[in-house]
C-alpha cells in the first residue's frame, strides 16, 4: 500500500512539472549602429573632424534634410553615433584636411535594423579633375610657364599680391609647353584661378568661381594678353 502511494504521489509531481511554463521575454531590435571613420590618403584616422548626422524627410511640398547631431571625430578619426532608427542618413563632414587643403564631404549611409554599420571614408576621395588651359589675346597660342593659384574664394582678394595669394592657395603650379596645367581639387569648393608671371610676380588675370564635381573633369580656358 505504501508503494503504492508513492508511486501516485511521483505521478501527480511528473504531472504538475510538465504542466509548468516558463515564460521568456523576446525582444526584437528595431534599431541599427552607425560608426564612422574619416582617413586620409594613408588610412589614417583624421581627428577632430565635425560630422554632421541628417535625416531626409519627404513630404508633398519639398524634401529637406533634418539635423539630428553633431560629433567631432576621436583620436582614431572615429565617431560613434549610437543606435538610430533604420533610415538612409546623410553625413557631412565640412572641416576635414588633407595637407593642409579643406574638404567638403558628403554622402549618404543606409542603417538597417539589427546590423552594425560601420563606414571608412577616404577624404580625398571627394575631389575631381581640373584642367587648365592658358593662351594668349594675341594669336591665341599656348602659353607655357605662366604661374597658376587656385584659391579658395572665400580667401580670395583681388587687391592682394602675388606673394599674399599664394600664402592662401590651395595649389599652385605653372604651365606646360602645351599651355596647361591640371590639379585634382576638392569638388563642390569654389575656387579663384590666380594667373601671373613667374619671372615678375605681376599679375596677369583672375577668374573668381570655378568648381568640379566628384570625380568629374572639367576643362577651363583663360586668356591673358602679353606685350
Do not use: W
Amino acid at each position: 500500500m505504501k508503494s503504492k502511494l508513492t508511486l501516485f504521489i511521483l505521478l501527480v509531481a511528473v504531472f504538475i512539472s510538465c504542466k509548468k511554463t516558463t515564460n521568456v521575454d523576446v525582444k526584437l531590435s528595431t534599431s541599427g549602429k552607425l560608426t564612422y571613420k574619416l582617413t586620409d590618403d594613408a588610412g589614417k584616422g583624421l581627428a577632430n573632424v565635425k560630422v554632421s548626422l541628417f535625416d531626409r524627410t519627404d513630404t508633398y511640398y519639398a524634401n529637406y534634410n533634418i539635423l539630428l547631431e553633431t560629433r567631432l571625430t576621436d583620436h582614431n578619426g572615429l565617431v560613434d553615433f549610437g543606435n538610430l532608427n533604420p533610415s538612409n542618413y546623410l553625413l557631412v563632414a565640412d572641416s576635414a584636411k588633407v595637407n593642409n587643403v579643406a574638404y567638403m564631404v558628403q554622402e549618404y549611409v543606409q542603417v538597417i535594423t539589427g546590423a552594425d554599420k560601420a563606414k571608412e571614408t577616404k577624404v580625398t576621395d571627394f575631389s575631381g579633375t581640373f584642367t587648365l588651359a592658358v593662351r594668349s589675346y594675341n594669336n591665341n597660342q599656348p602659353l607655357k610657364n605662366i604661374g597658376v593659384i587656385m584659391i579658395p574664394s572665400n580667401k580670395f582678394n583681388y587687391a592682394a599680391t602675388t606673394a599674399a595669394n599664394l600664402k592662401v592657395a590651395d595649389f599652385s603650379g605653372a604651365t606646360n609647353d602645351a599651355g596647361l596645367i591640371t590639379f585634382r581639387i576638392p569638388s563642390n569648393k569654389q575656387y579663384a584661378i590666380y594667373l601671373y608671371n613667374t619671372v615678375t610676380n605681376a599679375s596677369y588675370n583672375y577668374n573668381s568661381s570655378v568648381s568640379v564635381q566628384k570625380d568629374a573633369t572639367v576643362n577651363y580656358s583663360m586668356n591673358i594678353y602679353q606685350l
